[in-house]
């Protein structure tokens, strides 16, 4: 029989070096497994595997030692225990998230819910390279949004309320950016300077903040051979359906734009800045 | 500092982080419902950090002042036994 390697691949076969061995990657949405999930794994790992999981960078988990006749009743097992293999190749991967606002302090969205949503709306879908997405919670970074082709991370839009303000000075102390200023009573934001990391928020002891929760969007970011900062080339966004028209956006321009086995960022780079953020800004403005 | 009756004073410049905010909330929990705990605290990364975990634990910050030495001086009204 031969091997058809690119759609084992597909479904998230890794061949190893040791022959007839695959490393199968699993199915995992922002980093988050269910204790079912997690026994199931380890069960399949003893019985299918050599006894160990391997965790990858993006937050998946990989069995390696798979032998390649009994894939099929590694996915059944795996099934029983609500575990999907996941992918590699040239299309949408595991999109990964930090614990976000339902659990950390810091955090501004809620990030599991985004990368759930995300992932039933793209995972897996063909593309001429791989294209990877993160999200993180707030402008700690714990996920490196930048990384990725498509980064997202919270955040927080301010503006002061005077009604419920004590003056207490805290926020003026609280904010890293030096984008808060108080003179006589009154509390000043610099909008170039803030960074709508929340702080100031997040410290106030009278809640006198309005605040509008969003989200940055960087776009291009590569952290293999060649190395590159995701870029932001849009303004904050404030509701969820414009985040999900700027990403459909930008993946269709990687469909229609990209060469097969060419990543996003270097896409941008041929077809041009300027008509990535074009585009981009029409679909912003909409 | 006048417009506040301090019924406790702690010093937490002589720690570093996470430390800080242990020796406050330790000061605090000495203290009754509504009594007021003046703390003081370090420029830079305390002042950023402290106030914010002091309200995540439920107690009332009051006002922040500024000793002008790089120190300040945080009131705290305990919420809670």
């Given at each position: 029989m031969a091997v058809d390697y690119a759609t084992l691949k597909k479904g998230g076969f890794m061949r190893q070096?040791?022959?007839?061995?695959f490393s199968l990657r699993l199915r995992v949405v922002g980093g988050n497994l269910t204790a079912v999930q997690l026994s199931k794994i380890a069960e399949v790992a003893e019985k299918f595997g050599d006894g160990h999981v391997h965790l990858t960078s993006r937050q998946s988990v990989e069995i390696p030692f798979i032998k390649l006749e009994q894939i099929d009743d590694v996915k059944k097992a795996l099934k029983e225990g609500g575990v999907e293999p996941g992918v590699c190749g040239p299309r949408v991967r595991t999109v990964t998230a930090c614990q976000g606002k339902a659990i950390c302090p810091?955090?501004?969205?809620d990030t599991y819910a985004l990368a759930k949503e995300l992932d039933e709306r793209y995972f897996a879908r063909e593309l001429p390279h791989k294209f990877k997405f993160g999200i993180t919670?707030?402008?700690?970074n714990c996920l490196k949004a930048?990384?990725?082709?498509l980064g997202i991370k919270g955040g927080i839009q301010v503006s002061w309320r005077?009604?419920?303000?004590?003056?207490?000075?805290?926020c003026e102390k609280a904010c890293?950016?030096?984008?808060i200023s108080i003179s006589d009573g009154i509390v000043s934001v610099d909008k170039d300077k803030c960074?709508?990391?929340?702080r100031c928020v997040k410290s106030c002891p009278a809640e006198s903040w309005d605040t509008v929760y969003g989200y940055i969007v960087s776009f291009g970011g590569l952290f293999g051979n060649s190395i590159q900062k995701g870029e932001t080339v849009i303004p904050f966004i404030s509701d969820k359906e414009k985040l999900l028209k700027i990403c459909d956006t930008a993946v269709k321009f990687f469909e229609k734009n990209?060469?097969?086995?060419?990543?996003f960022r270097f896409t941008i780079d041929r077809i041009g800045k300027e008509k990535f953020i074009k585009e981009i800004t029409e679909a912003y403005n909409e | 500092m006048s417009d506040f009756k301090i019924d406790d004073n702690v010093d937490?410049?002589?720690?570093v982080c996470p430390v800080t905010f242990v020796k406050a909330k330790v000061a605090l929990e000495e203290l009754d419902d509504g009594q007021i705990l003046s703390i003081r605290l370090n420029d830079g990364e305390p002042v950023q950090n402290v106030p914010r975990s002091i309200k995540e634990e439920g107690h009332q910050i009051l006002k922040l002042i500024d000793n002008n030495d790089g120190t300040y001086q945080l009131i705290v009204k305990k919420v809670g036994d």
């Open positions: 070096k040791q022959k007839n061995c810091s955090g501004c969205i919670g707030c402008q700690n930048e990384e990725n082709d005077e009604k419920e303000c004590i003056k207490c000075g805290v890293r950016q030096g984008a960074n709508y990391c929340g990209a060469k097969a086995g060419e990543r | 937490i410049t002589d720690v």
